[in-house]
């Protein structure tokens, strides 16, 4: 079983930066694939960043350039860490952790980002 605690969301104007937070502990998730998606009002979940167990990242076109992810592994422990910075309202969405353990995936509970024009 896998634990998951996001933090960092808020209320941002254009322009400012967020750093979101996902800790996910339990057994393996050394090992975890680990991605950011997000859902605005009315339209699809989509994945914004990705990073590997072994640190490979990859973007959304959108964010390619603002967002960057990264990770520290622990004993048990993983935090995976989504640094936001020049952003737009329409990065506003609730933003989910998703964390993938050999076959099974367990979703965060979200947080809630609101960029201000």
């Known amino acids: 079983q896998v634990q998951l605690v996001e933090s960092g969301g808020g209320l941002v104007q254009a322009g400012g930066s967020l750093r979101l937070s996902c800790a996910a502990s339990?057994?393996?998730?050394?090992?975890?694939?680990v991605g950011w998606y997000r859902q605005a009002p009315g339209k699809q979940r989509e994945l914004v960043a990705h990073i590997t167990s072994g640190g490979t990242t990859n973007y959304a076109d959108s964010v390619k350039g603002r967002f960057t992810i990264s990770r520290d592994n622990a004993k048990n422990t993983v935090t995976v860490y989504l640094q936001m910075i020049s952003l737009k309202p329409e990065d506003t969405a609730v933003y989910l952790c998703?964390?993938?353990?050999?076959?099974?995936?367990?979703w965060g509970q979200g947080t809630q980002v609101t960029v201000s024009s």
């Open positions: 339990g057994s393996m998730v050394n090992i975890a694939n």
């Open positions: 998703n964390v993938q353990v050999i076959s099974r995936t367990y």
